[in-house]
């Protein structure tokens, strides 16, 4: 196209054409000099440092972000800053002595914890429980459960700013600890199991005021579901962030909550039955979309299972013996120790050489609040295992962070670490 072309007055009485430029160069030559302009604005991506001090991510876990703006390019999470060394540590103790290491694990589920340690000693010494140990064990996971559940619904909760949630949550689970304290004289780091059994029986009229309680934290769950279910900023927070497919929950081994929520219908108290759990009626919650939302649902709805299991257990509380009854390898009656000679040579030879564990190697898994907590022992027999290996929910969940945090954005970080639920003391295990 040509059109007529006005010079400028100098040269007025002259005349010429212009020919007009191609548009789809024009448009090129300005796209090529806006990016050079913004490169040098922008420059390359921002590399921030997420921890392992910072409040959202729920202990020593330290993300490495590649940052293209608000939103996350690369995640890298770094553990290892709490040096544990509990695998090494057992190793070196009598099986009784490592109980109160595995309260240290998941802290925030301290007697699920001991139970899923005795269990696995308990299968290499190929004991089981009498009927009314098997129920007490079943209690204290039951109220770990709501416990842990509690805390990481109130935490996520806080982290996405529903201040008030945690503080109902909080003080439920302080409900608990109370008990805790009634029941093994410590309210955080319990240690009351012991391979073999319980140090105690429960108090006369515990019983009566944990069932009080449960009328108490359904009420208490009805009203934290009334004041998040249908909140729009926690709606918007939460729905279609950090999903995860159910093919990439199974592959990456997730267990617990967090792999119900993707779908996956898998819980070891129904798949693998152990402490009579078969014999308890309660339902499995299972999620459908795999986001931060589900996961909160299906823990608030753990947690109403749970206390359905803890009426069937003090509704038909079995009378006898809480320990397994055997005169070698359990440490004697304390008022036979202090009246006879030869019980107190047998309590001495049981505390210091231990519980005389056959050769051999066991796997045992229980259902704990966070998932999957598996222990592998391999014995040579004696009183300590030749090597303890502990599959850990917490770390294997959090090997997903990397895929997970793709793509999204810095302020959904919060969200997605607390909906995941993890606890960095069995991460560095």
């Known amino acids: 196209m040509e059109r007529e072309f006005h010079p400028p007055?100098?040269?007025?009485?002259?005349?010429?054409t212009y020919e007009a430029p191609d548009a789809v160069a024009v448009a090129a030559k300005a796209a090529n000099d806006y990016q050079a302009e913004t490169d040098d604005v922008l420059g390359e991506k921002m590399v921030l440092n997420m921890g392992p001090s910072h409040?959202?991510?729920?202990?020593v876990l330290r993300l490495v972000l590649e940052l293209d703006g608000e939103i996350i390019e690369k995640a890298e999470p770094h553990i290892g800053y709490?040096?544990?060394?509990?695998?090494?540590i057992a190793e070196n103790m009598h099986y009784n002595q490592f109980v109160p290491y595995t309260d240290r694990l998941d802290y925030l589920a301290p007697l699920a914890n001991n139970v899923?340690?005795?269990?696995?000693?308990?299968?290499?010494?190929?004991?089981?429980?009498?009927?009314?140990?098997?129920?007490?064990?079943?209690?204290?996971?039951?109220?770990?459960?709501?416990?842990?559940?509690?805390?990481?619904?109130?935490?996520?909760a806080m982290d996405v700013g529903a201040m008030t949630v945690f503080l109902y949550t909080f003080t439920e689970r302080e409900k608990i600890y109370n008990f805790c304290e009634q029941l093994t004289g410590a309210r955080f780091t319990t240690s009351y199991t012991r391979v073999g059994g319980q140090i105690r029986d429960i108090p006369e009229g515990l019983d009566k005021k944990i069932l009080s309680f449960l009328d108490e934290c359904e009420g208490t769950i009805a009203e934290i579901a009334g004041l998040l279910n249908k909140n729009k900023i926690y709606l918007e927070r939460m729905c279609d962030v950090g999903?995860?497919?159910?093919?990439d929950a199974i592959s990456y081994g997730m267990t617990g909550p967090n792999l119900r929520a993707c779908g996956v219908d898998r819980d070891l108290r129904k798949d693998s039955p152990y402490l009579g759990y078969e014999k308890y009626d309660f339902d499995v919650p299972v999620g459908e979309n795999g986001d931060c939302y589900d996961r909160y649902l299906v823990r608030m709805e753990e947690m109403r299972q749970s206390i359905k299991i803890i009426r069937q257990v003090l509704a038909d509380f079995p009378e006898g013996d809480i320990n397994v009854v055997n005169t070698k390898s359990m440490l004697p009656e304390k008022d036979r120790v202090l009246m006879s000679m030869e019980e107190l040579i047998h309590h001495f030879i049981v505390a210091t050489q231990g519980i005389e564990a056959p050769a051999g190697e066991v796997y045992f898994a229980a259902e704990n609040p966070k998932g999957e907590l598996g222990f592998y022992i391999h014995s040579k027999g004696g009183g300590v295992p030749n090597r303890l290996k502990i599959r850990a929910p917490s770390f294997v969940n959090l090997g997903i962070c990397a895929e997970l945090l793709k793509g999204h954005m810095v302020s959904d970080i919060p969200a997605i670490l607390g909906s995941l639920d993890f606890v960095m003391g069995e991460c560095d295990r």
Do not use: F, N
């Open 116 to 156: 899923a340690y005795a269990c696995a000693v308990e299968k290499l010494m190929g004991w089981e429980l009498p009927p009314r140990g098997q129920a007490l064990r079943v209690l204290c996971c039951e109220l770990a459960r709501i416990s842990s559940h509690m805390l990481g619904v109130g935490v996520c």
């Open 243 to 247: 999903t995860i497919s159910r093919e």
């Open 9 to 16: 007055r100098s040269s007025m009485s002259q005349t010429t």
């Open 55 to 59: 409040p959202a991510t729920h202990g």
């Open 82 to 88: 709490l040096h544990r060394g509990d695998e090494k």
